[in-house]
């Protein structure tokens, strides 16, 4: 139920932000892109009730142009990194984001019009990338989600971790293999002051067991409330040789896994049972029916208690 109304409100504002600002020409850009990151962190806050902790080195803090990979954990990760930023005071936000993104209803002019978006063919994306540099700016924070998906399906896994071994590497448990061509092509043809990785570590995701725990790894699964709530941000400063970007990339994964370890090994949270959930929100929906249909004789019933109560 609250999912659905966070959509509903979601749709809603956007429509009514896209629409009250100047499309044609973009000139109202940020403005728009601010009032949009303000109205998900204020849903995020109200309606679904989201909790970050954030772990970070005290004296770390974001420059001026910034770069950001990101571990892909389930369909609403994005809203908590925009949460996150919200918090920071930072709204030049920019994503890499697949073409198809630019068929998204409402947004995807927008994302168009905003966002590095590519086709992942590597040579075709060399150009695509040098030809939207300009939405950047002088200030920005870029993210990456290098992994491209999150393991909904076993088979993903299953094939990330023979990768894995191919290269020499110790398994994963809880993310893919990421790729490095993405991040090789943005690390070559972008000027940037700071390279983070954030890893994204969400409770309700133990175990990595999809059959029994299938928290926002399908539509369905939202539409019964499983969406993350409370998260634990993890974000550092890292260095990765240019020329030996694929090597670096997978050992940092490795290095991801193992905060994501020790996390789980203190916070084993299975999610609540939906199916509890949603005849819950059921039950408050038909009580709400019932007072909306029966107002008026309540209200005629109160005023005469209180009539009784004066008299």
């Given at each position: 139920?609250?999912?659905?109304?966070?959509?509903?409100?979601?749709?809603?504002?956007?429509?009514?932000?896209?629409?009250?600002?100047?499309?044609?020409?973009?000139?109202?850009?940020?403005?728009?892109?601010?009032?949009l990151l303000d109205?998900?962190?204020?849903?995020?806050?109200?309606?679904?009730?989201?909790?970050?902790?954030?772990?970070?080195?005290?004296?770390?803090?974001?420059?001026?142009?910034?770069?950001?990979?990101?571990?892909?954990?389930?369909?609403?990760?994005?809203?908590?990194?925009?949460?996150?930023?919200?918090?920071?005071?930072?709204?030049?936000?920019?994503?890499?984001?697949?073409?198809?993104?630019?068929?998204?209803?409402?947004?995807?002019?927008?994302?168009?019009?905003?966002?590095?978006?590519?086709?992942?063919?590597?040579?075709?994306?060399?150009?695509?990338?040098?030809?939207?540099?300009?939405?950047?700016?002088?200030?920005?924070?870029?993210?990456?989600?290098?992994?491209?998906?999150?393991?909904?399906?076993?088979?993903?896994?299953?094939?990330?971790?023979?990768?894995?071994?191919?290269?020499?590497?110790?398994?994963?448990?809880?993310?893919?293999?990421?790729?490095?061509?993405?991040?090789?092509?943005?690390?070559?043809?972008?000027?940037?002051?700071?390279?983070?990785?954030?890893?994204?570590?969400?409770?309700?995701?133990?175990?990595?067991?999809?059959?029994r725990n299938v928290?926002?790894?399908?539509?369905?699964?939202?539409?019964?409330?499983?969406?993350?709530?409370?998260?634990?941000?993890?974000?550092?400063?890292?260095?990765?040789?240019?020329?030996?970007?694929?090597?670096?990339?997978?050992?940092?994964?490795?290095?991801?896994?193992?905060?994501?370890?020790?996390?789980?090994?203190?916070?084993?949270?299975?999610?609540a049972n939906p199916?509890?959930?949603?005849?819950?929100?059921?039950?408050?929906?038909?009580?709400?029916?019932?007072?909306?249909?029966?107002?008026?004789?309540?209200?005629?019933?109160?005023?005469?208690?209180?009539?009784?109560?004066?008299?």
């Amino acid at each position: 139920m609250r999912f659905i109304t966070y959509i509903l409100s979601f749709i809603t504002s956007s429509y009514i932000l896209l629409k009250k600002y100047d499309e044609k020409n973009g000139k109202n850009d940020k403005i728009i892109m601010k009032n949009l990151l303000d109205m998900v962190y204020y849903l995020n806050k109200y309606i679904l009730g989201i909790e970050q902790k954030i772990v970070k080195d005290s004296l770390l803090y974001l420059k001026d142009k910034v770069i950001i990979m990101v571990n892909h954990q389930n369909y609403c990760d994005w809203m908590h990194v925009v949460h996150f930023l919200v918090q920071e005071g930072r709204y030049d936000i920019n994503f890499v984001c697949r073409k198809e993104s630019l068929n998204t209803f409402l947004w995807g002019k927008y994302i168009g019009r905003n966002f590095i978006w590519v086709d992942r063919d590597y040579k075709k994306d060399i150009q695509n990338i040098k030809d939207q540099l300009y939405k950047l700016g002088d200030k920005f924070i870029l993210f990456i989600f290098p992994e491209g998906t999150f393991g909904d399906d076993p088979e993903y896994l299953r094939f990330s971790n023979d990768y894995m071994k191919l290269m020499n590497k110790p398994t994963l448990k809880y993310s893919l293999s990421p790729k490095y061509k993405g991040l090789q092509l943005l690390l070559e043809n972008i000027e940037y002051d700071q390279l983070l990785d954030m890893t994204l570590i969400f409770e309700e995701n133990y175990p990595k067991n999809y059959n029994r725990n299938v928290m926002a790894t399908s539509y369905s699964s939202l539409l019964l409330d499983q969406y993350p709530q409370k998260c634990e941000i993890n974000i550092r400063e890292v260095n990765i040789n240019k020329k030996n970007i694929k090597n670096d990339l997978l050992d940092l994964w490795v290095e991801k896994d193992k905060i994501m370890e020790k996390f789980y090994s203190k916070h084993q949270v299975q999610y609540a049972n939906p199916y509890k959930k949603l005849a819950k929100n059921f039950i408050i929906f038909l009580i709400c029916c019932i007072l909306l249909k029966y107002s008026k004789k309540i209200y005629k019933f109160i005023s005469k208690i209180n009539r009784i109560n004066e008299g």
